[in-house]
């Protein structure tokens, strides 16, 4: 079914998903996106839905890896929302880098395990525009005891 559909918004809706809302995590200390040049930075973005954060915890101690690649996809949901936002319609989104940050014990050694999750959404969803650069690493802590944190840079098309 999502291979027949024609458009992002076409292929998210055949997933049975949705762009959340904006606003949440929302800070005063940072934006959720800036633009600089045809370059758009989105900030970290967490596994929010609805307002609230998904799960907490150190993935390999707290949260299993099949976990973690929920919250992951969820989180790269939320950054396309913001994409999305900054370009006008997510069917103009392409995504050029994603850095997805996993809070995981130092012998996990799973983080691209995770990372895949959201790059397969992403690639589900946008197709070839979808396709992008990507670091996942291994860290102690992320923001309210988060198991992942993604942050993307994205261009118009």
């Known amino acids: 079914m999502v291979e027949t559909a024609t458009t ?3 292929r998210l809706r055949a997933l049975g998903l949705e762009l959340p809302a904006l606003g949440f995590g929302a800070s005063p200390h940072f934006v959720n996106h800036k633009a600089v040049d045809s ?5 970290g973005q967490l596994p929010y839905r609805d307002g609230v954060l998904l799960g907490q915890g150190i993935v390999g101690r707290d949260v299993d890896v099949p976990a ?3 919250f992951a996809r969820q989180t790269a949901l939320n950054a396309l929302a913001i994409a999305a936002d900054a370009v006008g319609d997510l069917d103009r989104v392409r995504v050029v880098q994603m850095l997805v940050f996993v809070a995981s014990t130092p012998d996990l050694g799973e983080q691209s395990r995770v990372a895949d ?3 397969d959404l992403l690639v589900e969803v946008l197709g070839e525009n979808g396709r992008h650069a990507r670091t996942a690493i291994g860290v102690a802590g992320l923001p309210r005891n988060s198991p992942v944190e993604i942050q993307m840079v994205c261009t118009a098309v």
Do not use: E
């Open 39 to 43: 370059s758009i930075y989105i900030s």
């Open 8 to 10: 992002a918004t076409d």
């Open 117 to 119: 999750a959201a790059s």
């Open 68 to 70: 973690a690649r929920g």
